[in-house]
Structures are given as structure tokens and as C-alpha cells.
Nanobody, 126 residues
Framework: QVQLVESGGGLVQAGGSLRLSCAYS????????MGWFRQAPGKEREFVAA????????YYGASVKGRFTISRDNVKNTIYLQMSGLKPEDTAVYFC???????????????????WGQGTQVTVSS
């Protein structure tokens, strides 16, 4: 069974940086498309970024494009989200997710992700 564990969240001042990690276990990581999502209190879940199996393709949500970078290490079975230029509106719980059965849509729709982590809190103070 696939398990995803996020880490790296915390409190940071506006303009600062954080790097989130998501450790994957229970399957063949290099076969899986991975994504990051976030959810702020009272708001719907928002797509942040996705990365293809070997990292050759990435895709970002409009609100984070140019500030966040998704990457993966298929040896360490881990994906990362490097966040720079953080804003208070980036405050949310960040989740990683795995699309275990890629259907050909790029990026995958949120409901195509099969496995989710428990989330890590990111708080950006003004």
C-alpha cells in the first residue's frame, strides 16, 4: 500500500523560503506522477504543482508559477516543493498526492490522484 509522508512545513516570514518534502513508499515511485496541493481554512483544495514520472515535465498553478519549483529524486523516492517569495496567502496545509493509474491527462485532474499524504502546515506571516 502506497504511503506518502510530507515534511518541512513551518512558520516563515513573507518573502522567505521553505522546502517541503514528500517521501513515497509501497510502490514503484518512478512509475507514478506526483503532485502538490494545498488547502487554506475555509477554502477549497487548490492545485499547486505536478511532476511527471522522471521529472521531465512540470506544471504549476497560476498563483505559484515562478515562485515554486517541484522536483523529484527517484533514488530517494521523494518529491520536493521549493517555495520562494512566500506570501501570507500561501498559508495552508500542503499535501502531496500520487496518481497511481495515469489516464493520459496532463496534468492529472485532482480526482485522478489515488493516494494522499496527511499534510504539512505552512504559515507565512506578514
Amino acid at each position: 500500500q502506497v504511503q506518502l509522508v510530507e515534511s518541512g512545513g513551518g512558520l516563515v516570514q513573507a518573502g522567505g523560503s521553505l522546502r517541503l518534502s514528500c517521501a513515497y513508499s509501497g510502490g514503484t515511485f518512478s512509475r507514478v506522477i506526483m503532485g502538490w496541493f494545498r488547502q487554506a481554512p475555509g477554502k477549497e483544495r487548490e492545485f499547486v504543482a505536478a511532476i511527471s514520472r522522471y521529472g521531465s515535465n512540470t506544471y504549476y498553478g497560476a498563483s505559484v508559477k515562478g515562485r515554486f519549483t517541484i522536483s523529484r529524486d527517484n533514488v530517494k523516492n521523494t518529491i520536493y516543493l521549493q517555495m520562494s517569495g512566500l506570501k501570507p496567502e500561501d498559508t495552508a496545509v500542503y499535501f502531496c498526492a500520487a496518481d497511481l493509474n495515469y489516464r493520459g491527462n496532463w496534468p492529472p485532474a485532482p480526482d485522478e490522484y489515488d493516494s494522499w499524504g496527511q499534510g504539512t502546515q505552512v504559515t507565512v506571516s506578514s
